[in-house]
């Protein structure tokens, strides 16, 4: 049995201020203007064009977090913020918070999404701000370097020699499933402003001559094909069980007999309480998608079934269901 939350538990998650503070501190790059050098309140706010008093306790807070240092009058970036949090930085990951402060105005409306069951967007951020969304997914290919090496190791090739990516962002998967088998061809499905990206990371590869791209939007644009194998990985949660069930049946008909498609998600356990953290990542698509959610394996395989495939397994737990037409 798992612990119950301890009063301590409860207000170290209610109270969000450092979640706030690092944010700000993220939008109004405080860390960049202190690259590489030791700066006082007075020229970190002549630099950036703020308040000094108001940026000072800003800057103590940031200290107390352990992500900047303050010696006499001078402030310093910690090793952590000079390598992360440095808009020059190889390895910068502010793209990733700049989301999180992007969408605050829209977890202000919780409460009022969880009174009336609508949420207070129309569309998700990679529609409404393509240029942020391709930042998170470069981010997020980076940081996550390897995981599609290792999705297109674990999964079975069996011969095939096209496979389409549907939802493929910056293309991390269909590039690794195509350096690890050198048979196969690729197609990326994505919304066009999206594949800007895609087509750099591509290049980047060297794989331009493999991957082929197709802008739309996969629930209104016919795809291409026979494809031999089909991946959705990590879009089932932009939109409701009902328009799932429909992707998957128009994936089902691209495919070749015997041709399969594989999910691969962040799926929730059958009485939806845990993982814990994607039943957090459910309640941040309820108030930043019109009607997404997250789903358990049950609910795909369900849909997987309805659309004709013969063969529907689990290929991992919580992970990764494959059908095979
Ligand atoms: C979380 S990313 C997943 C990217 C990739 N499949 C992966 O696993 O790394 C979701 C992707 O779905 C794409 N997407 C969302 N809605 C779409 C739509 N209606 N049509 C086409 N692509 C869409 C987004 O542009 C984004 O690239």
Known sequence: MTRESSLADIFQIGYYWETKILLTAVKLDLFTALKGRSLTVIEVAD???????????????????????????????????????????????????LLHDAEWSHWGKLEQTVKTGRSPVTQHVFETNPELGAHVLTVLDRI???????????????????????????????????????????????????????????????????????????????????????????????QDGKTNAALVKKVYDCLHEGGRLIIKDRFLDPAKTSPAWTTAFAVHILVNTECGECFTIQESCQWMDQAGFRVVEELEPRAMIQGTK
């Open 47 to 97: 630099a950036r064009k703020l308040n000094p008093r108001a940026l000072e306790l800003v800057m103590n807070a940031l200290v107390a977090m352990r992500v900047l240092t303050k010696e006499e009058k001078l402030f310093t970036n910690t090793q952590v913020a000079e390598r992360h949090l440095v808009q020059s930085s190889p390895e910068y990951v502010g793209h990733l918070l």
């Open 144 to 238: 996550g370097q390897g995981s599609g090496q290792g999705l297109a190791k674990r999964v079975p090739i069996h011969g095939a020699g096209r496979i389409l990516d549907v939802g493929g962002g910056a293309g991390t998967n269909a590039i690794a499933f195509c350096q690890e088998n050198p048979e196969l061809s690729a197609t990326v499905f994505d919304l066009p402003q999206t594949l800007c990206v895609t087509q750099q990371h591509i290049e980047r590869a060297g794989l331009g001559d493999r991957i082929h791209l197709q802008g739309g939007n996969f629930h209104v644009d016919p795809f291409e094909g026979p494809y031999d194998l089909a991946l959705m990985s990590d879009i089932l949660h932009y």
